[in-house]
């Protein structure tokens, strides 16, 4: 079974922490991207990659920064978290094209205190 | 105007009824369109994906594209308890990277016994 796999399902952090999400896909997708989730505002695109060291800002980008060494994996990191980036993190992946839906992982639910 | 509407609910139906979900786009050079379901604290699952006027059947469910009127409606037919869940619709169409994906906020569908 083709999986997203988020490293860590819940996460509790501290104001100021930096933190990784990591994200590993065995699918052979070129395209891997970052969403939060929050209620009342759905999926928001934090950033996306299209290819091994290839990063776009997505629509909310600020207080994030990726990385996109191989191709199978796509990290997300929060340079110094802030109580309001507490949210559900999704990352998803598909083939290049636009006829491709996406896959996404389980989701990791973080709490910044 | 919101790149992609849906109404947010709740709609709720009958078991064994149908259950129409609707959405609407404003960008007129959108090229695929995709129907995702959500269930409570779990991620979005693909469902249904449609790229052409028309309707495309697939077990149950039915996604309808009217590029004119720039309006895409999943329909349920045989509602059961186990639809209950968000549906997420999602258009690609342009941006940077193999294009980018839109997704509305989504419609909650509740199915009753």
């Known amino acids: 079974d083709v999986k997203v796999t988020q490293s860590s399902r819940y996460l509790v952090k501290r104001t100021g922490e930096k933190v990784f999400l990591e994200c590993v896909q065995d699918?052979?997708?070129?395209?891997m991207f970052w969403y939060r989730q929050d209620p009342g505002l759905g999926l928001r695109l934090i950033y996306f990659s299209y290819d091994v060291k290839m990063k776009e800002k997505g629509d909310i980008p600020e207080g994030y920064s990726v990385s996109r060494e191989k191709k199978e994996r796509f990290s997300l990191i929060l340079e110094s978290a802030s109580t309001n980036q507490t949210s559900m993190y999704l990352c998803a992946s598909s083939l290049k094209g636009a006829s491709y839906g996406y896959t996404f992982g389980s989701g990791t639910r973080l709490t910044v205190v | 105007q919101k790149e992609v509407e849906q109404n947010s609910g709740p709609l709720s139906v009958p078991e064994g009824a149908i259950a129409s979900l609707n959405c609407t786009y404003s960008d007129r050079v959108s090229q695929s369109f995709f129907w995702y379901r959500q269930y409570s604290g779990k991620s979005p699952e693909l469902i249904m994906s449609?790229?052409?006027?028309g309707d495309k059947e697939d077990g149950r469910f039915t996604a309808q594209l009217n590029k004119a009127s720039q309006y895409v409606s999943l329909l349920i037919r045989d509602s059961q308890p186990s639809d209950s869940a968000t549906y997420l619709c999602?258009?690609?169409?342009?941006?940077?990277?193999?294009?980018?994906?839109?997704f509305g906020a989504g419609t909650r569908l509740f199915v009753k016994a």
């Open positions: 449609i790229y052409s006027n």
């Open positions: 999602a258009v690609r169409g342009r941006g940077t990277g193999g294009f980018k994906t839109i």
């Open positions: 699918m052979d997708h070129e395209n």
